[in-house]
């Protein structure tokens, strides 16, 4: 996906968060196109959101790890 896209699905999902800060996918497609756009800090802050809405979630580990690893934690 090109740069372009995943910066207007954020765009999508920011609004969706905004009125529904609770759901889950949501937050996990943000998250995700942070990750695709290198933005890590954005990433990390939703996948962590994510966790508070489904603590048993793996991919949210795995993909924090990941975050962690980039930044040198």
Same mark, same amino acid.
């Given at each position: 996906?090109?740069?372009?896209?995943?910066? +207007? %699905?954020?765009? /999508?999902? *920011?609004?969706?968060?905004?009125?529904?800060?609770?759901?889950?996918?949501?937050?996990? @497609? $943000?998250?995700?196109?942070?990750?695709?756009?290198?933005?890590?800090? +954005? %990433?990390?802050? /939703?996948? *962590?959101?994510?966790l508070?809405?489904?603590?048993?979630?793996?991919?949210?580990?795995? @993909? $924090?790890?990941?975050?962690?690893?980039?930044?040198?934690?």
């Amino acid at each position: 996906m090109e740069r372009e896209k995943y910066q +207007e %699905a954020i765009k /999508h999902f *920011l609004l969706i968060a905004k009125n529904f800060p609770f759901h889950y996918e949501t937050q996990m @497609n $943000l998250a995700a196109s942070y990750l695709n756009l290198k933005l890590l800090n +954005e %990433a990390k802050s /939703h996948y *962590l959101q994510a966790l508070q809405i489904n603590e048993n979630d793996a991919l949210s580990y795995f @993909n $924090l790890g990941v975050i962690y690893m980039e930044q040198g934690q």
